[in-house]
């Protein structure tokens, strides 16, 4: 399972710069919540990229 998790946020990093360079410091929850929106944001538009591609 690792190794798949590791190999998805390769793919995002590939696709949106803003991961690549994201170095955001956890020192409390708000940190966490919010580096955790900004991925799953990036995995939302990674999908939507994906459909729309297929269509």
């Known amino acids: 399972v690792r190794v798949q ?6 793919a995002l990093k590939g696709r949106f710069q803003s991961l690549r360079e994201l170095r955001h410091p956890m020192q409390n929850d708000n940190d966490l919540q919010y580096t ?7 995995i939302i ?5 994906i459909r729309f591609e297929e269509q």
């Open 45 to 49: 538009l990674h999908n939507m990229v």
């Open 5 to 10: 998790v590791e190999h998805t946020f390769a």
């Open 36 to 42: 955790s929106y900004w991925v799953m944001c990036c």
